[in-house]
C-alpha cells in the first residue's frame, strides 16, 4: 500500500491551498475500509491531527487548530482523500502528511496508523 501526497506551496496569509493524497497497491472494497487522516508537522514540532475521514463516514477536525477552514473529502472511485484548506495562517506552515489504517477507530492518533504518505510543504508567508 502506497500513499502519494500532493497539492502543497507557498501562499500568502488569507489563501487557500488543497492537498491532496493518493492511495495505491489496494482494491477498490479494501479502499473504503480505510481511516483516511491528515497530519502536520511544523518545524521542531511534533505531529499534530489535522482532520480525519473514517472507515464509518465519521469526518472530525482538530477545531483548534483549524478552527472551520479546512474541509476534508475522500472520493472513493478515485481512491483519494483531500485536504481543502482556506484562510491559511502563518501557524499553518508545515509538512502535511496523509495517513491510513483499515479499521481505525482512533483517528486522531498518529501512532497508530499504518501507511503514510512522503508528506507536501505547506508555506503561508507574506
Known amino acids: 500500500v502506497q500513499l502519494q501526497a500532493c497539492g502543497g506551496g507557498a501562499v500568502q496569509p488569507g489563501g487557500s491551498l488543497r492537498v491532496s493524497c493518493g492511495v495505491s497497491?489496494?482494491?477498490?472494497?479494501?479502499?473504503?475500509?480505510?481511516?483516511l487522516g491528515w497530519f502536520r508537522q511544523a518545524p521542531g514540532k511534533e505531529y499534530e491531527f489535522v482532520a480525519a475521514?473514517?472507515?464509518?463516514?465519521?469526518?472530525?477536525y482538530n477545531t483548534r487548530a483549524v478552527k472551520g477552514r479546512f474541509s476534508i473529502s475522500r472520493d472513493n472511485a478515485k481512491m483519494t482523500v483531500a485536504l481543502q484548506m482556506n484562510n491559511l495562517e502563518p501557524d499553518d506552515t508545515a509538512v502535511y502528511y496523509c495517513?491510513?489504517?483499515?479499521?481505525?477507530?482512533?483517528?486522531?492518533?498518529?501512532?497508530?496508523?499504518?501507511?503514510w504518505g512522503q508528506g507536501t510543504l505547506v508555506t503561508v508567508s507574506s
Open positions: 495517513a491510513g489504517r483499515i479499521f481505525y477507530d482512533a483517528y486522531f492518533d498518529d501512532r497508530g496508523y499504518s501507511y
Open positions: 497497491g489496494v482494491i477498490f472494497s479494501t479502499f473504503g475500509r480505510f481511516t
Open positions: 475521514n473514517t472507515w464509518n463516514g465519521t469526518i472530525a
